[in-house]
């Protein structure tokens, strides 16, 4: 046994060979992209389904339209703030929804389609 083969034994023994962490590296990715949630093309769907964990029930197309209706006024200060956008909000979503479901479907709505709006839910005013 030359002096060689003991030096590569010892800096092998321990340690992690590079096919071996090449090996690991390719089975962490594989794992990550089949256990990662699968993304939906339609933003649209995923509002919806955000919304219907609040009870807030809609035809499909009906409520993605009012929420970029509320990112629109919000944005060119038709609705100066969070508490105009609710009020709007309350005369167009249907009969019976709550204060509490009007304000989800806002914070929903900003999260969604104009994420850059968020201050707007700062300090909302009361009425």
């Known amino acids: 046994m030359g002096a060689r083969t003991t030096v590569r034994r010892r800096l092998n023994k321990g340690n992690i060979q590079p096919m071996k962490l090449t090996g690991l590296a390719v089975a962490a990715v594989a794992a990550a992209i089949s256990l990662s949630a699968p993304a939906y093309a339609d933003p649209d769907t995923d509002f919806d389904n955000q919304l219907g964990r609040f009870g807030i029930y809609g035809p499909h197309d009906f409520n993605p339209y009012i929420a970029k209706i509320v990112c629109h006024r919000l944005g060119v200060g038709v609705d100066p703030d969070?508490?105009?956008?609710?009020?709007?909000?309350?005369?167009?979503?249907?009969?019976?929804?709550t204060q509490v479901q009007t304000y989800q479907f806002l914070g929903s709505a900003i999260a969604q389609y104009c994420p850059d709006l968020q201050g707007k839910l700062q300090n909302i005013p009361a009425r």
Do not use: D, K, Y
Not at 82 to 97: E, V
């Open 82 to 97: 969070a508490a105009a956008s609710a009020h709007f909000l309350s005369i167009n979503l249907p009969r019976g929804t």
